[in-house]
C-alpha cells in the first residue's frame, strides 16, 4: 500500500453504522493497514543489543563522515519518523 493510498483513505469520511450510516473502508484495506502497523509495532521493539537476526532503524546525520548514526527504539523511532514525515510537509 504507497502513502498516497494510505491518505486517500485517511481523508475519508467515516460514519457509525448506528447512526444509519456505514464505514468506508474495505475488509482488503482494513487487513493491509492492521499489516503495516504490526511490522511498524515489531520494528521499534526490537531488541537494542547485537543478537541476530536483527533489523536496525538508523538515523544518519551529516557529520561528514559516515559513522554519524544511532539506532532508534521506541519513542526515538516514533520521534524521527514524526519529525521526517513534518519537514516533508512543510
Known amino acids: 500500500m504507497t502513502r498516497d493510498e494510505i491518505e486517500a483513505i485517511a481523508q475519508r469520511p467515516t460514519y457509525c453504522k448506528t447512526d444509519g450510516e456505514a464505514v468506508t473502508l474495505s475488509r482488503a484495506e482494513r487487513d493491509?493497514?492492521?499489516?503495516?502497523?504490526?511490522?511498524?509495532?515489531?520494528?521499534?521493539?526490537?531488541?537494542?543489543?547485537?543478537?541476530?537476526?536483527?533489523?536496525?532503524?538508523?538515523?544518519?546525520?551529516?557529520?561528514?563522515?559516515?559513522?554519524?548514526?544511532?539506532g532508534l527504539r521506541l519513542e526515538e523511532l516514533d520521534a524521527a519518523i514524526d519529525a521526517a514525515m513534518a519537514k516533508e510537509q512543510a
Open 32 to 70: 493491509a493497514l492492521v499489516a503495516m502497523a504490526q511490522r511498524y509495532a515489531w520494528l521499534r521493539v526490537q531488541p537494542n543489543d547485537t543478537s541476530t537476526p536483527r533489523i536496525d532503524v538508523v538515523h544518519w546525520v551529516d557529520e561528514g563522515d559516515i559513522t554519524g548514526g544511532s
